[in-house]
């Protein structure tokens, strides 16, 4: 299938902009919990900067999903992009600035005000494109993750050389830098929702008086009305929101427990640096997997397989910590039962790492690295796959005229459990930290797989029977 010239050229704009912004974001990826430290806030505080945006994104993403679903004249895709880029760009640069708490959270919720309007246009406009060839979604959904996962491989490792010669605010205004190209980006697309001319997606021969209409009727009593009816008629709705769930737990395990792991058994930042950016190369295999098997096997399947592999991979990281500790127990009692040297050329071999690794490992060779290393890889080729294939799943039962509305209620629930999830890995690591390193990665991994689970829980048919997009389209 082809892909029709008016949906190639914005839709190929779009992931330019997507790569360029997170050019920044990478830079800034390891940065984050260890700017706050470096500043002198205390764990529980850092919790709080982190889980900050999270908040914000809550609380704005039904006004913006509607906005962003509104007629051109009165808001779309493109004003929300650009208006919610442009709060980006300010927030990262009073971040930059930020000396003490209070100003560091309010930039950070400033950041989340931004990226709410500028992440639902975005949702709203690749729904539009990808309704334009709907038999290559996955695979377009699944090239703009690729491009976020290029995007953060290689600015991780430039903001590790800029944090190293100019400091950690640095990082955050390479943010800004890029969210200024994005925008200006932005300002070469063309609007595609709502009904005006420019609309690549309206179907001419569908009666405009009836789109309105069915519009009004599937909004009800606006965007909270919308959500309420999905999550109670659809199980698919409810199992998109849990696998959601569970993905934010493992992107704000990333954030808030990797960097700091990474740092105490890779070497110090740079090595944190490095897996990060290892980590976004290996979401250039597995963002394209992703889409590959959505297109073939179905969004759901995909979801829930990649999800289970990403997530049982997290789940496994205080196995690979303790590495060592295990080995030398197992190697003790082979000894005991009369092993000898061989036990000891085993341990030797088991603890030798292969020469492609050395660098992420960072001068590192033990086998807790290797193993940790290997671990997060492996949950972002998952994480990554799961990614479009969960989008296109949303896409697919989103009711007409309020994609991006409808498409924010799976991110509002992320963003909510992005919020608390900090402090749920934060408590579990300070009763259970020192004895089974890397506790967080299982509670989160932990969630991920249940969420994948829920994804598998759901017969297709139970939409069907209920007629979910149907009734979103009538009066109530």
Known sequence: MIIPPEVLRPFSLLLLSQFVLFLGVGAVIPTIPLYGQSIGLSSASNGVVIGAPALALLLVSRAAGEYADSPPGKGGR???????????????????????????????????LGRGYAEAGERGMLADLANGAPGLRGRALALQQACVALGIAIGAPLGGIVVQEYGPRSAFLCVSAAAIVALVIYGVL??????????????????????E????????????????????????????????????????????????????????????????????????????????????????????????????????VPV???????????????????????SSLLFEGLSSNPSWIDPVLAGSGSPEAFAFVLLVLLWSVGATAQGPALTALAQEKAPAGSEATALGLPRAIGDGTYIVAPLIMGFFCDIMGDAVPGIACTIAGGAIVLGSIALLAVDPADDDAVGVNDDLTTPA
């Open 78 to 112: 493109k004003r929300a992009m650009m208006g919610g880029m442009a709060v980006i760009a300010i927030s990262d640069l009073g971040t930059a600035y930020s000396s003490d708490l209070g100003s560091l959270v309010l930039a950070r919720l400033g950041l989340g």
């Open 213 to 316: 209409k069915g519009t009004e009727d599937c909004d009800g009593g606006g965007g909270g009305e919308l959500w309420r009816r999905l999550l109670t008629t659809s199980p698919t709705w409810r199992s998109l929101a849990l696998a959601q769930s569970g993905a934010s737990f493992g992107y704000a395990c990333k954030i808030a427990i990797v960097p700091i792991l990474a740092d105490e058994y890779l070497g110090g930042p740079a090595g944190a640096g490095l897996l990060l950016s290892a980590a976004g190369l290996a979401g250039l295999v597995g963002a394209p997997l992703g889409g590959l098997l959505a297109d073939r096997a179905g969004s759901r399947v995909a979801a829930a397989a990649f999800g289970m592999m990403g997530g049982s991979s997290l789940a496994l």
């Open 320 to 342: 690979g910590l303790s590495l060592t500790k295990m080995m030398a127990s197992t190697m003790a009692s082979v000894d005991e039962g009369g092993g000898g040297p061989t």
């Open 190 to 211: 063309p609007e595609t929702g709502g009904s005006d001319d420019n609309n690549i997606t309206d179907d001419e021969d569908k009666d405009e008086s009836e789109d």
